[in-house]
């Protein structure tokens, strides 16, 4: 019968000799041995089949540790996609709800008729005779009433993504989308997209309810027309960091920039590339955000758009000082003047954030 030294037996099975010396007297080899000792076949069969077996069941349970938290990523995963649709599924419905609700509660004052009876001679009134209100006055107040809560609610709208915190400003765009339905159902194309374009302080995970706006706002006008790049700009905005829809976004600032250039607008071209720097940085292509920026800040001397201004500074200053490694060129793109924004009194919030 043959015999093989311990070391040798350690270096076919890729162990330390020190592992097989602490198991002989498992199987019960008390003779003391050492590193170069030799043992017979039959217990060195014995070794190779223990150590096999121990490689084998650690083999195993890495492997099922491995797909153990593969799965518990997948679970955790399909969780996450079920609480977002169920999340969104509840704002669609609350939005839903509050609409019908603010269908229904818009005020309409109240015309009475005179108490029948002998009538008191006065002026005739529009539309009807002996003082009495014809059913053409009627429906001219009932409207004007209606058109008077629509511009309460555009005004509660604005107020409300000028003050509200962040987490709450779905809630002005309830107040807008009510302003909105109304313009658009009565065919007031110019202030309905007027409500659209009012933007909101973008913050990713916060669905504002204003791409909605846009998309709406975007079926009433011509594509081709300048209203409907400035919707564009702002709906590519929303898509990129709203929605985290990369290319949708693109596409729809490359529609409204091409549209800018080719009526040459410098104020809206500026515009169009700030909106698309800061869906570029946002998604990590710092390189296209610097370029649109910087081409941006060219466009200033001309647009005299201190907002875009502001903002075209900051999307151009940030990737030099953080990616490119140039701090004093970011340096020198400090922003020239405080803005305000077209849409709230008191500036849009996304320029407080940023340069604070």
């Known amino acids: 019968m043959g015999q093989v030294r311990i070391n040798e037996l350690g270096r076919e099975l890729e162990i330390k000799s020190k592992l097989i010396l602490e198991y002989l007297p498992q199987i019960g080899i ?16 014995q070794v190779r089949a223990h150590f096999r077996a121990v490689e084998a069941a650690e083999e195993k349970a890495a492997r099922e540790e491995a797909e153990a938290k593969a799965a518990a990523g997948r679970a955790a995963a399909e969780r996450a996609v079920a609480e977002r649709a169920a999340a969104e599924r509840a704002a669609a419905e609350r939005a839903a709800a509050e609409q019908a609700a603010a269908e229904a509660a818009l005020p309409v004052i109240p015309v009475t008729e005179p108490p029948p009876g002998p009538i008191v001679p006065r002026a ?19 409207r004007s009433a209606r058109t008077q809560a629509a511009a309460l609610l555009f005004g509660l709208g604005r107020a409300q993504v000028a003050i509200l915190p962040v987490h709450q400003v779905p809630e002005a765009f309830a107040s807008l ?27 990713a995970g916060v669905v504002t309810g204003a791409r909605e706006l ?15 790049a400035r919707l564009l700009s702002l709906h590519g ?11 949708g976004a693109r596409e729809a600032l490359r529609e409204a920039l091409e549209i800018a250039e080719r009526t040459g607008d410098p104020v809206l071209q500026m515009r169009t590339l700030v909106d698309g720097a800061d869906v570029d940085v946002y998604h990590g292509d710092w390189g296209s955000g610097l370029n649109r920026a910087l081409r941006a800040v060219e466009l200033a001397p001309r647009a005299n758009d201190p907002r875009s201004e502001m903002l ?5 200053a940030l990737p030099l ?19 305000r924004s077209s849409c709230t ?12």
């Open 124 to 142: 005739p009134a529009p539309g009807g005779a002996h003082g009495r209100p014809g059913p053409v006055f009627v429906q001219h107040q009932r």
């Open 214 to 228: 846009t998309e709406r706002a975007l079926t009433l006008v011509s594509r081709d027309s300048l209203e409907a």
């Open 30 to 45: 008390s003779e003391k041995k050492s590193h170069s000792s030799s043992i017979e076949d039959e217990i060195a069969d």
């Open 321 to 339: 000082a953080l990616v490119a490694g140039e701090p004093e060129r970011a340096a020198a793109t400090p922003p020239p003047r405080a803005a």
């Open 345 to 356: 009194p008191t500036g849009s919030r996304e320029i407080q954030h940023a340069w604070s």
């Open 177 to 203: 989308r009510r302003a909105f339905d109304y313009y658009a159902g009565v065919g007031n194309v110019a202030q309905a997209v007027a409500v659209a374009e009012c933007p909101p302080p973008i913050v």
């Open 312 to 316: 075209a500074h900051y999307w151009a």
């Open 237 to 247: 905005r929303l898509l990129g960091l709203e929605a985290g829809d990369l290319s």
